[in-house]
């Protein structure tokens, strides 16, 4: 018998699976926690194509900082095909506000080839504006990482305790 799932459903089991890989990788709270940092980092850069490129980016830092290359990886993913409009429109405004370059270009009505037209002083806004916007989502989520893999590790240690005890 097979069940449909909703796109929901679907949704909520990507999560998870991603979660639970993130919090079995074999490696220390802190080595996962900067590899995810790494993969957010890695994934505020706007480049096109995407994903490969962030996430080659991501696993390059994760090198070079000694931290879990699959958490970055999979980290990469907090920029997705669904929210890339919503990155690059703030990288383009933090880019516009703290550089003093003159791009005619309007993200809000944003096309695939008016990226392709804004030259390297739109890819330069975009660059920083990543940078800008990759430092403190990578250190916060560094953090958030560490909280996370610190307590499913707890909760998981109590549960084998309490087995333990059972037999």
Not at 126 to 141: K, N, T
């Amino acid at each position: 018998m097979q069940r449909n799932f909703s796109r929901w459903e679907k949704f909520k089991r990507f999560l998870k699976l991603h979660y639970l890989r993130l919090m079995r990788i074999d490696a220390s709270p802190h080595n996962i926690a900067m590899g995810v940092a790494c993969g957010v980092f890695g994934g505020c850069f706007p480049v096109i194509p995407g994903l490969p490129l962030q996430t080659v980016i991501a696993v390059v830092m994760a090198f070079i900082t000694r931290s879990s290359k699959i958490a970055a990886a999979v980290a990469t993913w907090i920029s997705n095909p669904f929210n890339w409009l919503l990155f690059y429109y703030v990288q383009f405004k933090i880019g516009t506000f703290l550089l003093p370059i003159d791009v005619q270009f309007d993200p809000a009505k944003w096309q695939v080839s008016d990226f392709m037209d804004i030259g390297w002083q739109g890819l330069t806004i975009l660059i920083f504006g990543g940078l800008v916007l990759g430092v403190p989502l990578g250190i916060a989520s560094y953090f958030i990482a560490l909280y996370f893999v610190r307590r499913y590790r707890r909760r998981k240690t109590l549960r084998m305790l309490a087995r333990r005890k059972k037999l």
